[in-house]
């Protein structure tokens, strides 16, 4: 399976990245051959092998009381973000 | 025009359940607090953190189910739905894709002309809400808060159903009574805590197929779930008669202009790439926690209804309207055990009629109403006893409310008891007849109406007072000059 253009400038897309004209060649060719040695696997019989997303088998989720636990720490948290204004985190602009 | 087109809408309910901490980090879930205070390292997606998932959601997801006949499943996927957005720290939203914690169940919604429709629910999941970005007062520039993020969501999808905006809104209404009910949700609308995605499409009536639909986002009250499904038809309809054809993709209702717009930024939006969260287990739920669950279900709106009308003979209406909120229904409960049976009917109307205006009036919870149970069975037994009028019972009603006394202190206060004596309402009658001889023998010359007149002029003379009953039937012999 070989990747086109518009498949890797969407994938990039999705993923926030800006791709130039210059690295798309390098990108098409290399994502490729990832999917390609990935797609060996389909090759493998797994009809009557149920799907594992969890390597634990057998276990399953821990639940825990419903208590608050947590106190307000946000002039710590934020004296990592680059801007802040009236407790708010400042991101450039979105609107619908 | 409308009649050659079957309307599809199908809702997506978000209710925020009412747990104290957040769904998957020991946060508080408090709304209102300053921005940010109430987000931590896993809510800010802190590298190295793992989700935990709160107990007390699985059990109200649980609740829910069990409350809808739905099947709980016994073992749920938490699943990643990826997106890019700055109100969403971690990149994605922690939901549930293939393997929901509820699944198909139905609801029995009453709609306006009294029948009754059955709307699927084809699921319900866990997940976790996002922020809130805030773009005033900011130049080029938003301003996030995390508060709201990792808060418990159920997320409650219907079946392409209802084929009407007044059907929709009767079944959002009867979820909203439901969630209430069962605690699980505090209903607040004004606060996003319950709040619905419509999908509406159309077909020429008689198709199979469905149309290509349209999801409106974000819809925070039942008035606006209404008038932006009516507005979505309509420019569906006009777009495909005119020509056009439907574009599946998302909208926003803008209330002040009362229309949907497209909602460009999403042109990829719908690639979620969702898959199983590493981080979080399947979640398992054993027989003995759907019992314990199970145990904790109050009285349904359904059976409350069913019961008010059986054992107080109301019409079907007055029984849905007296079941819509727990709280409403114990007032009416509280008021009839008091009463008797006998008096449910009068008790119905007084808590639907001048309790529930005064109420919705004065923004007044019914929990802590200004006229409590006791004191209004304090009023109306005074209307059975006929000391009062039913007319002046409002009176004294209003004077309860805002004086907060007992009826009978506000009736002796106010000099409001009934007149039943005979010969005293005699007397006013014929003040009154002999005040008005031209009245008089108009009346006997056939002009029937001016009963009316005379009625009125009793009643003003004795502010009111006069049993209506005995003034009637005394003022008949007197006018017809047979005493």
Sequence with gaps: ????????????HLARLSITE????????SLSSIVN?????????TGDVLPMAHPLDGQHQRLRADEVSESDNREKYQSNAPQVQAGLYVVPRVIE | MMSNWEVVIGL?????LATKSKIFSGSATAY???PNSQANLVDLAYPGVLPVLNAEAVRMAVKFGLSIGAEVARRSVFARKNYFYPDLPKGYQISQYELPVVKQGKLAVMLEDGTVKVVGVTRAHLEEDAGKSLHEGLAHASGIDLNRAGTPLLEIVSEPDMRSAKEAVAYMKKIHTLVRYLEICDGNMQEGSFRCDANVSVRPRGREKFGTRAEIKNLNSFRFVEKAINYEVARQIELIECGGSVVQETRLYDSDKDET????????ANDYRYFPDPDLLPVHIDESFIDAVRATLPELPDDKAARFSQEFSLSAYDAGVLSASRELGAYFEAVVVQMGPAHAKLAANWVMGELSSALNRDNVDIAVSRVSP???????TRIVDQTISGKIAKEVFDAMWSEGKAADAIIEAKGLKQITDTGAIEGVIDAVIAANPKQLADYRSGKDKLFGFFV???????????NPAQLNELLKAKLGGSA
């Design chain 1, 1 to 12: 399976m070989s990747l086109t253009r518009q498949d890797v400038a969407k994938i990039a």
């Design chain 1, 22 to 29: 210059q690295e798309m060649p390098v990108y098409v060719t």
């Design chain 1, 37 to 45: 040695f990935v797609d060996e696997l389909s090759r493998a019989q």
């Design chain 2, 12 to 16: 997506e309910i978000h209710a925020q």
């Design chain 2, 32 to 34: 209102g607090a300053p």
């Design chain 2, 261 to 268: 717009r497209s909602m460009r930024s999403k042109e990829e």
């Design chain 2, 374 to 380: 006791a004191q209004l069975k304090g009023l109306l």
């Design chain 2, 456 to 466: 009125g002029q009793v009643m003003k003379a004795t502010e009111g007072k006069a």
